[in-house]
């Protein structure tokens, strides 16, 4: 059975910085793509950014250049290092395995970001 746990989720003043990381268990992780997905209160989840297996990567348009997605494949772990958060960058991000630049299959639970302006 997959199993997601996220990390690292806090409060943060604008222009500050988390790194999310996310621990994945019970798959074959190295030939997995991952994700980072967020939803904001009274939105739809959005995806964050991306990264397959071959260190592909896809960003939205709204965090590239902040956003940085990476993985470490011994480990089993993901990373979304967000820097200069702005207010609008909070909600609750949750972690996502499936394949492709989009990956959806497994979900973890959650954790939440607020960046306070």
């Known amino acids: 059975q997959v199993q997601l746990v996220e990390s690292g989720g806090g409060l943060v003043q604008a222009g500050g910085s988390l790194r999310l990381s996310c621990a994945a268990s019970?798959?074959?992780?190295?030939?997995?793509?991952m994700g980072w997905y967020r939803q904001a209160p009274g939105k739809q989840r959005e995806l964050v950014a991306a990264?397959?297996?071959?260190?592909?990567?896809n960003y939205a348009d709204s965090v590239k250049g902040r956003f940085t997605i990476s993985r470490d494949t011994a480990k089993k772990l993901v990373y979304l290092q967000m820097n200069s958060l702005k207010p609008e960058d909070t909600a609750v991000y949750y972690c996502?395995?499936?394949?492709?630049?989009?990956?959806?299959?497994?979900w973890g639970q959650g954790t939440q970001v607020t960046v306070s302006s």
């Open positions: 990264i397959t297996s071959g260190l592909t990567t």
């Open positions: 996502a395995q499936g394949w492709g630049l989009r990956p959806h299959d497994y």
């Open positions: 019970g798959s074959i992780f190295s030939t997995n793509a």
